[in-house]
């Protein structure tokens, strides 16, 4: 019964070694969704070790599970796995992963409900400062112009999505640069790059302990910024997406000597004035396939007794 240790200790090396070949490859900053799906594939291949060796670890340690998980296979693949040779460790391995499972969307759920709120909250000071006109109806097209001193834009998700600007901006941001700072932001909710932000959000604050998911936050937030950003320049051009951003942030402080909170904006407007070479179509596939084989594997491991004893 070695199968659910082998699962946990190949999660763990997809944990620690995942991130690190991700931090030194060159290609991540250049083909930001590709590298978006590869930290997609890398933390689905880490909880899907944990939930399959919770699974066999559970068979293992109570024959109900057993009866439920193998209902349908033969005597010989069930015989493959070797329950019988499971030691104690078996049920305090799978109440263990059991409660980190039921943690994790625990802590998506709080995260969901907080978005959520904070939502509800954006939207009622949004009506207050921008009510709808007699006769209008909110649409995913409405365009809200708030009075404000300070040049902004963003994206405000939910049912309908709202995109919402600031006088400042419209002052500030003319022709295509405005028209840029927009495409960015509905290229934000075409990817639903909310959802991933949630999902990231939730496993590091339920799991500070765990590096991968600290860095899977922090490379979500980082990457779906470069996304957007592309999705804007391809329409309306780098040089003109480049300087929105900076016109949109130069009263932040961003461009200081000092750190600021939005520290990575000089660096996007860089990557914008000064691109890279984006990779071949061939090898944005080969990255794709590779990263896509990371939750395959488990799947593979877990299955590779009952093949063989069916072979």
């Known amino acids: 019964m070695m199968v659910p240790a082998v699962l946990l200790l190949l999660g763990a090396l997809t944990a620690v070694a995942a991130p690190r070949l991700l931090a030194r490859a060159d290609w991540p900053d250049r083909e930001p969704v590709v590298a978006l799906w590869a930290w997609q594939c890398v933390v689905a291949g880490v909880l899907l070790c944990c939930a399959l060796s919770m699974t066999l670890s559970a068979a293992a340690a109570w024959q109900a599970v057993r009866g439920h998980v193998f209902a349908t296979a033969p005597r010989s ?3 493959a796995y ?26 998506l759920v709080r995260e969901v409900v907080r978005a959520r709120a904070r939502r509800r909250h954006r939207r ?27 040049p902004e834009a963003w994206w405000l998700p939910g049912s309908p999505p709202q995109l919402v600007v600031t006088t400042a901006a419209l002052r500030r941001l003319k022709g295509r640069r405005l028209d840029a700072v927009l495409a960015h932001e509905q290229g934000h909710a075409r990817a639903r790059h909310d959802w991933l932000l949630h999902c990231s959000a939730a496993l590091a604050d339920g799991f500070p302990q765990v590096p991968v998911f600290a860095a899977f936050r922090d490379e979500m937030h980082h990457l779906v910024e470069l996304a957007a950003d592309d999705m ?11 300087l929105a951003l900076v016109e949109l942030n130069e009263d932040r402080g961003v461009f200081g000597p000092c750190p600021a909170p939005q520290a990575h904006v000089p660096q996007r407007v860089h990557r914008l004035l000064t691109p890279p070479d ?18 395959v594997i488990p799947v593979l491991v877990t299955l590779i007794p009952g093949l063989r004893a069916l072979g």
Request: include cysteine; charged fraction near 20%; charge should be positive.
């Open 77 to 79: 693949v069930v015989e």
């Open 82 to 107: 070797a329950f019988g040779a499971a030691g104690a460790w078996a049920p305090t391995t799978a109440v263990a992963l059991a409660c980190a499972g039921v943690w994790s969307v625990a802590m």
């Open 124 to 150: 009622a000071e949004l009506l207050v400062r921008a009510p709808l006109l007699p006769g209008e109806q909110p649409g995913p097209d409405r365009l809200v112009v708030l009075e404000g001193e300070r």
């Open 232 to 242: 804007a320049s391809r329409r309306f051009g780098r040089l003109t997406t480049a």
């Open 278 to 295: 984006r990779l071949t179509a061939a090898r944005r596939l080969r990255l794709t396939a590779v990263a896509s084989l990371v939750p």
